[in-house]
Structure formats: structure tokens, C-alpha cells
């Protein structure tokens, strides 16, 4: 089977390969497959889909978010077979075409739509934080440690709450620094503004910041290159980026999850519905590899993975910024 990937514009024409069977669609949100983090994390995914199931696979890089609704309803109308929308903006356009086309299989990451014809995969983001806030407060010399956020938005403030949480599960008296680069979708993609902010952090007593920024949370590494600070990466693994200086990254298997989708939908077994990954399931974790495994040390690793067995159990119940925002 041949296979052919091209990116395309929104209503830009589409020619896949005459032999290939299963089709996706994948929107990528505003920081695009090259932000080294929460897209990126989708485009391996479907990637490896391509790779490994022979599928053909197109993706768009959305420019703002009243493009996300003429995309998905592109794919939909040239008869792709799965339609996958990353990002909580891409909600009502999914919620939207989904209606409309109700043949087409879609699939959305990190927000919920209650379709029959849509799969919500979501994250147990405060999970995967907690761990990395328990790794800060273990190694942090300072007694201070940082967030940089990207969009101030409750899927943010849920990584903050648990990041908090872990790291005062192992020093009570620990100090968190906290800041957000906007309240817009322009959030994700500002490096400078994330630099800037994880400078004022750093020279404030903070010596490990973590970024849950997208593309901005380049900037805060780059900041920790400029003041020879730890920071810790989110999503996809982002410790190769500033080797010795990445911690570790909080994974979110974003990947994991767009490849299983596929897979399934491929097979025919594609259904409606919420799946959710956590640490129990490995949907997400923290990163041990050969670009930080001499900062990460063992006495560290073992507390951390404990602390995941207790969470797993039950034994410790990590605050959802969710459930409190529903109160």
C-alpha cells in the first residue's frame, strides 16, 4: 500500500493516494506540530499510525481558532474516515461538524463532547503534575520552586493545583512561584513572554520552574540555559532539548492515545464516549532518560515512583482543579 502525507490550507484540495483504505484527519491546535510539546505529541501518534498501520494520514496546522470548524468540516466532507481535533478550543467545532456528518468518526483530546460519533480523550494532568511538583520540591536547593502556565484556563490551573499539591506532599513549607503568559490562544506560542516571566521566577529564588506553556515553555528553557537552572517539560518528553537542565518532563501520552483511536477506528472498532489516561494506565508519567538520568538521581526516582504506586492505590488523593471549579 502506498501512502502519501501532505499538509494542506483549510479548503485547499485533496488528492490521497488511490490505494489507501482508512483515512485521518488530524487538526493540530495554534503551536502546530513543531511545538515540541502537546502537538507534537499528536502528530507522533499519527505518525507512527502512518508508520506502522499503512493508514493515509493528512494534518493542518490551525492559524487562529475560527479555523478549526472549516477544517474539521473539510475532512468531513471529503469522506475521511477519522477526524481528530487536539486541543479544548477545538470543542464546539467538533461538537458542531460531528452533528452534522454523523457517518464520520471524530475523536477530540482534552475536552468532552457527548456525541455517539465522538471519542473525548482526556488526561489526568494533576495526576502526572503531582509527581513532577514532588521531583521539584525533592531536588530544589532554594526552598522555592516556579510554574509558568500557558493560557490561564482550568485545564492549566489543573496542572498548577497538582504541580502544588505533590510538591507540598513532600516539603509543606516549600514556595511557589506561579505566572501565566495570557488569556488567549496566543498563550501557547509567545518563547519570549515564557522567558521573560521564568527570569523574573529564577532571579526571584525560584532554581526549578515548571512549564505547562506549549511553545512558550521554550522560552522558560531558554531562560534556564541563560541562568543554569532546572526546569521541567510537559507532554511529549522535552528533556533532549536543553540537556543537564531539563529535570525530568511530566508525559501526557497524547500520542499513545491518537494511535490507539486509530487503530481501533481502523478495525472497526471505534466507539463514542470518554477515555481516560492516568497514571494507572501509564496515559501519563514523568521521563527518565539518558539526557537527565545524572540530575534525576535514584533516591528521587524511587520516592517518585512510590508516591505513583500510592496514587494508584488510592492511598493519595491529588487535588482536581475540576472538581473544585464545579463546586
Same mark, same amino acid.
Given at each position: 500500500? *502506498?501512502?502519501?502525507?501532505?499538509? &494542506?490550507?483549510?479548503g485547499a484540495a485533496c488528492?490521497?493516494?488511490?490505494?489507501?483504505? /482508512?483515512?485521518?484527519?488530524?487538526?493540530?491546535?495554534?503551536?502546530?506540530?513543531?511545538?515540541?510539546?502537546?502537538?507534537?505529541?499528536?502528530?507522533?501518534?499519527?505518525?507512527?499510525?502512518?508508520?506502522?498501520?499503512?493508514?493515509?494520514?493528512?494534518?493542518? #496546522?490551525?492559524?487562529?481558532?475560527?479555523?478549526? !470548524?472549516?477544517?474539521? =468540516?473539510? &475532512?468531513?466532507? =471529503?469522506?475521511?474516515?477519522?477526524?481528530?481535533?487536539? @486541543?479544548?478550543?477545538?470543542?464546539?467545532?467538533?461538537?458542531?461538524?460531528?452533528?452534522?456528518?454523523?457517518? *464520520?468518526?471524530?475523536?477530540?483530546?482534552?475536552?468532552?463532547?457527548? +456525541?455517539?460519533?465522538? =471519542?473525548?480523550?482526556?488526561f489526568e494532568e494533576h495526576?502526572?503534575?503531582?509527581?513532577?511538583?514532588?521531583?521539584?520540591?525533592?531536588?530544589?536547593?532554594?526552598?522555592?520552586?516556579?510554574f509558568v502556565g500557558g493560557?490561564?484556563?482550568?485545564?492549566?490551573?489543573?496542572? #498548577?493545583?497538582?504541580?502544588?499539591?505533590? +510538591?507540598?506532599?513532600? $516539603?509543606?513549607?516549600?514556595?511557589?512561584?506561579?505566572?501565566?503568559?495570557?488569556?488567549?490562544? !496566543?498563550?501557547?506560542? $509567545?518563547?519570549?513572554?515564557?522567558? %521573560?516571566?521564568?527570569?523574573?521566577?529564577? !532571579?526571584?529564588?525560584?532554581?526549578?520552574?515548571?512549564?505547562?506553556?506549549?511553545?512558550?515553555?521554550?522560552?522558560?528553557?531558554?531562560?534556564?540555559? #541563560?541562568?543554569?537552572?532546572?526546569?521541567?517539560?510537559?507532554?511529549?518528553?522535552?528533556?533532549?532539548?536543553?540537556? @543537564?537542565?531539563?529535570?525530568?518532563?511530566?508525559?501526557?501520552?497524547?500520542? %499513545?492515545?491518537? &494511535?490507539?483511536?486509530?487503530?481501533?477506528?481502523?478495525?472497526?472498532? /471505534?466507539?463514542?464516549?470518554?477515555?481516560?489516561?492516568?497514571? $494507572?494506565?501509564?496515559?501519563?508519567?514523568?521521563?527518565?532518560?539518558?539526557?537527565?538520568?545524572?540530575?534525576?538521581?535514584?533516591?528521587?526516582?524511587?520516592?517518585?515512583?512510590?508516591?505513583?504506586?500510592?496514587?494508584?492505590?488510592?492511598?493519595?488523593?491529588?487535588?482536581?482543579?475540576?472538581?473544585? !471549579?464545579? *463546586?
Open positions: 500500500m *502506498r501512502v502519501v502525507l501532505i499538509a &494542506f490550507a483549510a488528492v490521497p493516494s488511490a490505494l489507501a483504505e /482508512f483515512r485521518v484527519g488530524l487538526v493540530l491546535d495554534r503551536g502546530g506540530k513543531d511545538d515540541k510539546s502537546f502537538n507534537a505529541s499528536a502528530y507522533v501518534g499519527a505518525m507512527q499510525a502512518k508508520a506502522k498501520l499503512g493508514v493515509f494520514v493528512k494534518y493542518v #496546522e490551525a492559524p487562529d481558532d475560527n479555523a478549526f !470548524e472549516p477544517m474539521l =468540516r473539510a &475532512f468531513a466532507q =471529503r469522506d475521511f474516515d477519522l477526524i481528530i481535533g487536539i @486541543g479544548f478550543a477545538q470543542k464546539e467545532a467538533i461538537r458542531k461538524v460531528a452533528a452534522q456528518f454523523p457517518n *464520520r468518526h471524530f475523536a477530540i483530546v482534552d475536552s468532552e463532547v457527548n +456525541a455517539p460519533n465522538v =471519542r473525548s480523550l482526556m495526576e502526572g503534575a503531582f509527581i513532577v511538583g514532588a521531583i521539584a520540591a525533592m531536588t530544589s536547593k532554594t526552598g522555592t520552586i516556579g493560557m490561564d484556563i482550568p485545564l492549566i490551573r489543573r496542572f #498548577e493545583m497538582g504541580y502544588a499539591a505533590g +510538591a507540598r506532599h513532600v $516539603n509543606p513549607q516549600i514556595k511557589i512561584i506561579d505566572n501565566y503568559v495570557g488569556v488567549t490562544s !496566543e498563550a501557547w506560542n $509567545n518563547p519570549p513572554k515564557g522567558k %521573560e516571566l521564568a527570569t523574573s521566577q529564577y !532571579e526571584a529564588g525560584a532554581d526549578i520552574i515548571f512549564a505547562a506553556a506549549g511553545a512558550s515553555g521554550l522560552g522558560v528553557f531558554d531562560a534556564a540555559e #541563560e541562568q543554569k537552572k532546572y526546569a521541567i517539560g510537559v507532554d511529549s518528553n522535552q528533556d533532549w532539548t536543553k540537556p @543537564g537542565l531539563i529535570l525530568t518532563s511530566m508525559l501526557k501520552r497524547v500520542d %499513545e492515545a491518537v &494511535f490507539a483511536t486509530i487503530q481501533e477506528a481502523q478495525a472497526g472498532k /471505534f466507539a463514542g464516549g470518554v477515555k481516560r489516561f492516568g497514571l $494507572n494506565n501509564k496515559g501519563v508519567d514523568y521521563s527518565v532518560d539518558q539526557y537527565n538520568d545524572k540530575i534525576l538521581t535514584a533516591p528521587v526516582r524511587q520516592r517518585a515512583d512510590a508516591l505513583k504506586a500510592e496514587i494508584i492505590a488510592g492511598k493519595i488523593a491529588v487535588p482536581d482543579y475540576y472538581k473544585l !471549579e464545579k *463546586r
